[in-house]
């Protein structure tokens, strides 16, 4: 029995499930595995980095023939590399963080799904306004950048708010009985990052993956330091959950200080740029405590609808 939603009418996929547009680490590998699985598998074009972008999806399109998307930073893509990818083949384009506006007619022009993803309520009518087809309601258990919200509270007032518009939940979700939640609040599916991060398919070094395996949700936390650190120029109002480290512990609180100290943000630069983790960031969510294992991106998206199915058998 597949579950079947609007989220996989719209994108005629078969299972519920979408993994997150992670900067840098959901390439085309893991986008296309992931599609492959039955799930929508989505490029991270982050800040839109060109060379990158035309190798990814280059890997994409070779290794798949179902519906895959791309996800941007609104904050800091241009509008020219979003028309870029348009012209690619995308099934649906997601843009995360700041103002979709200057973005949304130019998706809506390419006939394909436009996904918003959103940290509040605010962020929710805007992305309606600009005629979203899908929303993404991210909680802040989430890894990497996000808002204030807790995903059990803000994916049904976000379903409410914008009916009958479809909304995804994301944030701390790891496993089937957390897309079965999602579900069960209203969302027609579900949005995986971290789950993901610990792939064979992501691009991602193998002591980040192995944080994340023997990781627990009480050591990440929410938090603008390594931002501060790497002079990332996100928006202050996007904090990013993090596993915490030495130099957080060192920093936490004192954000305006490490602002001006420009010799400790060099250090940081240099420790990180060898792979430091006393100091890198490790994006992770708080669901870290349930992904034990490195897997497949496809094995992943079908034992994960599997247990979804499963939980609603069990619940009746
Ligand atoms: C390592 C990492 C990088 C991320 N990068 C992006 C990004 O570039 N763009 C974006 O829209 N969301 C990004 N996110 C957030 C995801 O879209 C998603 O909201 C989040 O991963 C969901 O929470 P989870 O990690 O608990 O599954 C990132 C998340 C992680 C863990």
Redesign the pocket.
């Known amino acids: 029995m597949a579950l079947r939603t609007a989220f996989t009418d719209l994108l005629s996929i078969d299972h519920p499930i979408a993994s997150?547009?992670?900067?840098g680490?959901a390439g085309g590998e893991l986008a296309a595995a992931v599609s492959n699985g039955g799930g929508l598998g989505l490029v991270?074009g982050?800040r839109g980095e060109r060379a990158w972008l035309e190798r990814e999806l280059a890997i994409v399109t070779a290794r798949t023939s179902r519906p895959w998307g791309v996800?941007?930073?609104a904050w800091a893509v241009e509008v020219s590399t979003v028309e870029w990818v348009l012209d690619q083949g995308p099934a649906a384009v997601?843009l995360?963080?700041g103002d979709p506006g200057p973005f949304a007619a130019r998706v809506h022009a390419a006939g394909i799904p436009l996904i918003i993803?959103v940290t509040d309520l605010d962020e929710a009518r805007r992305a309606v306004d600009l005629g979203a087809d899908l929303l993404?309601a991210?909680g802040a258990?989430?890894?990497?950048?996000?808002g204030r919200r807790s995903t059990l509270t803000l994916v049904p007032a976000v379903v409410d708010l914008v009916a009958p518009v479809p909304v995804l939940a994301?944030?701390?979700?790891?496993d089937g009985r957390g897309v079965a939640a999602a579900l069960v609040l209203g969302a027609v599916g579900a949005?995986?990052?971290?789950?993901f991060?610990a792939s064979h398919e992501a691009l991602v070094d193998a002591e980040i993956v192995k944080a994340i395996v023997g990781g627990l949700g009480a050591d990440t936390e929410r938090s603008r330091v390594l931002d501060v650190a790497r002079d990332s120029g996100w928006p202050a109002r996007y904090t990013a959950r993090v596993v915490t480290n030495s130099f957080l512990d060192t920093w936490r609180g004192r954000e305006q200080e490490l602002e001006r100290d420009v010799d400790t943000r060099r250090a940081y630069r240099e420790a990180a740029a060898r792979g430091d983790l006393a100091v890198v960031s490790v994006?992770?969510?708080?669901?870290i405590d349930l992904i034990t294992e490195v897997a497949s991106a496809t094995e992943l998206v079908r034992l994960i609808a599997e247990e979804t199915e499963r939980a609603f058998t069990c619940a009746t």
Do not use: D, K, N
């Open positions: 997150a547009p992670m900067g680490s991270g982050g996800g941007f930073l997601m995360s963080f993803q993404v991210q258990e989430s890894g990497g950048h996000g994301a944030g701390g979700i790891a949005l995986l990052g971290t789950r991060q994006w992770a969510s708080e669901a």
